[in-house]
């Protein structure tokens, strides 16, 4: 009878003690995979310089753990569903822990690639399955909103916390630390996971939809490569624009594919339901223009204003402060006001702070208005976020919430793969190093409202 009490709309319901340490487990996992992406970005020269990386190399070290977290997220998030949840939590977790010893105890270049590619690799097995296990354990309402913004507050601030994380290590110990840090943590979570959480799998007995899984990874492969060898290289380049070209040709393949398979990996019907496509819209523009904003006011700071990489990730630790807030408070705003319009109104308030910087000039005296401006925008950045997270699992039945957290899981990935090389090019067209930010910035803003106006307009009342 309880059960059925808190499964009401009111009151809120609460969580229990179980409840409680599920959520810690799923969300510590989550956090780590989050810094796992930006732990090693201030530290890039000095792992180059350690191991005999050239300059024009570097980029490679990001790009190894961006190309599979972005290209087989969905592909996870869909095996998870028929395999088990918690079996492909614990996968990822153990390749995680075994591609951190190998890249921290890189003695080459191939090595610590290699460590990388399987960091990559157990985020998009772990990511997704850990999401899907939150948003099965909570039912659809205040519960789950109030843990899916506890998640979207962690895994956006975790971006923050790599950064000042990576320099903190690199400074004080190595960057092998970088790596070696995330062993212990791992075998943490596949030692009590088994205790607290029960496996989930969807019962329907599908099977894996193997042309469609072919399809869209090798199109997502494509596009993350194509996008990212586009701002290293140039858009002219041949390479990134064969990439492309086979991305989209991959990428109408597999709706083709979708259309005529008998059990599809991602059933069109349910990516035209207008709270998955237009909800993950939202999303992609929130994390493409946060993660990248973050890149335009590191090299701001490094290069403008002369900030040492640790001085660099301590003064954006405000941003991460203002993202854990809007975190917190999301669950509150969206049960009050709705799904569209807290994702809208999150990416114009993200939009008005994105503008704000604009008025950063070549002085340190503008330092205060960076540090107001992105704590309010990362607190827009996630109401958006929790928002889009909300949006895309609700009204589904629990065995499409793999499928879902799946799309959710890989608009996040690709935003942040592809919201730098974008930003970049457009910093880098300008000859003064202050005006590319700006003009950047500008677009950067420019983006977000125009993600918040196609929200509200398409994106039904929720």
Do not use: C
Request: glycine residues 14%.
């Amino acid at each position: 009878m309880s059960a059925l009490i808190t499964d009401a709309p009111a009151p809120p319901a609460r969580m229990s003690s179980r409840h409680r340490l599920i959520l810690t487990l799923l969300l510590g996992a989550q956090f780590m995979l989050a810094i796992d992406f930006s732990i090693l970005n201030v530290a890039l020269p000095v792992v180059g310089r350690g191991l005999g990386f050239g300059l024009d190399e570097l980029q490679w070290i990001a790009t190894a753990f961006a190309l599979p977290a972005a290209g087989f997220t969905l592909l996870f998030g869909r095996v998870a569903d028929l395999f088990g949840r918690r079996r492909m939590l614990l996968a990822g977790m153990a390749l995680l822990a075994a591609g951190s010893l190998i890249g921290g105890l890189a003695t080459a270049p191939a090595m610590l690639l290699t460590g990388r590619i399987m960091q990559g690799l157990a985020t998009a097995i772990a990511t997704p399955a850990a999401l899907s296990l939150i948003t099965t354990s909570f039912p659809e309402g205040p519960l789950r909103t109030r843990a899916l913004g506890l998640s979207g507050a962690l895994m956006s601030a975790g971006f923050t916390v790599g950064a000042i994380l990576g320099g903190v290590l690199t400074d004080a110990l190595s960057w092998r630390w970088a790596f070696l840090v995330n062993v212990p943590v791992a075998v943490l979570i596949l030692t009590v996971t088994p205790l607290l959480i029960s496996e989930s799998r969807s019962r329907d007995g599908a099977k894996l939809d193997v042309p469609g899984a072919i399809t869209v990874t090798g199109g997502l492969l494509a596009l993350v490569y194509g996008i990212t060898s586009a701002g290293s290289r140039g858009w002219g380049d041949p390479l990134a624009l064969g990439a492309l070209a086979a991305a989209a040709a991959l990428l109408v393949a597999f709706v083709l594919v979708e259309r005529r398979s008998p059990a599809p990996l991602a059933p069109l019907g349910v990516l035209a339901r207008r709270t998955v496509s237009w909800g993950s819209a939202g999303g992609f523009v929130a994390f493409a223009t946060e993660t990248s904003l973050v890149f335009l006011m590191t090299l701001y700071l490094q290069k403008v204003l002369g900030f040492s990489p640790l001085a660099t990730g301590l003064a954006l630790g405000v941003l991460g402060a203002g993202t854990f807030a809007g975190g917190v408070a999301a669950p509150r705003i969206m049960g009050r006001f709705g799904g569209r319009t807290t994702l809208a109104g999150g990416l114009v308030l993200q939009a008005a702070a994105t503008a704000a910087l604009l008025g950063l000039g070549d002085s340190r005296g503008g330092l205060w208005l960076l540090l107001a401006a992105t704590a309010i925008g990362g607190f827009g950045n996630l109401v958006a976020i929790v928002a889009f997270m909300g949006t895309v699992t609700s009204g589904l039945p629990d065995r499409e919430q793999g499928l879902a957290t799946g799309v959710a899981t890989m608009t996040q990935q690709v935003a942040i793969t592809l919201g730098i090389p974008v930003m970049s090019a457009v910093a880098t067209a300008n000859a003064s190093v202050l005006g590319g930010i700006h003009t950047a910035t500008a677009v950067n803003a420019a983006i977000v409202l125009a993600g918040a106006a196609l929200v509200w307009s398409f994106l039904r009342r929720t």
